[in-house]
Nanobody
Framework: QVQLVESGGSLVQAGGSLKLSCAAS????????VGWYRESLRTRRELVAG???????NYADSVKGRFVISRANAKNTVYLQMNSLKPEDTGVYYC???????????????WGQGTQVTVSS
C-alpha cells in the first residue's frame, strides 16, 4: 500500500513565501506525474501546477511567475515553491500523483489529504 502526505501549509502574510511538500511512502520507489490542486471558498478544486513524468511543467495563469513545482533528487518527494503570495492563494492544496511502485506495481491518481494555506492581507 502507498500514501501521499502533503505538508508545509500555514498562515502567512501577503507577499510571503511557503514551500509545500508532497511525500510518497510505502511500497513505491518514485513519483512520476504529479499535480498540485487548490480548493477554496472562492474556487472549485483546480490544477495549480503540474509536472509530467518527462519533466514538463504547466501552471495556472494566476500563479505563473510566482509558483514553481519541482522534484526532489530522491524521487519520492515533490515540492511547490510559492512566492509573492496573495490572499487569493488561500485554500487547501492537494497533491495528486501517479506512483511507480516496487515489484512491478504502479498506482495512479492518488490523492493526499491536503494542507491548508492561508494568506492574510
Amino acid at each position: 500500500q502507498v500514501q501521499l502526505v502533503e505538508s508545509g501549509g500555514s498562515l502567512v502574510q501577503a507577499g510571503g513565501s511557503l514551500k509545500l511538500s508532497c511525500a510518497a511512502s510505502g511500497s513505491i520507489k518514485s513519483i512520476s506525474a504529479v499535480g498540485w490542486y487548490r480548493e477554496s471558498l472562492r474556487t472549485r478544486r483546480e490544477l495549480v501546477a503540474g509536472l509530467t513524468s518527462g519533466g514538463g511543467t504547466n501552471y495556472a495563469d494566476s500563479v505563473k511567475g510566482r509558483f514553481v513545482i519541482s522534484r526532489a533528487n530522491a524521487k519520492n518527494t515533490v515540492y511547490l515553491q510559492m512566492n509573492s503570495l496573495k490572499p487569493e492563494d488561500t485554500g487547501v492544496y492537494y497533491c495528486n500523483a501517479d506512483l511507480i511502485g516496487l515489484g512491478g506495481f504502479n498506482y495512479t491518481d492518488y490523492w493526499g489529504q491536503g494542507t491548508q494555506v492561508t494568506v492574510s492581507s
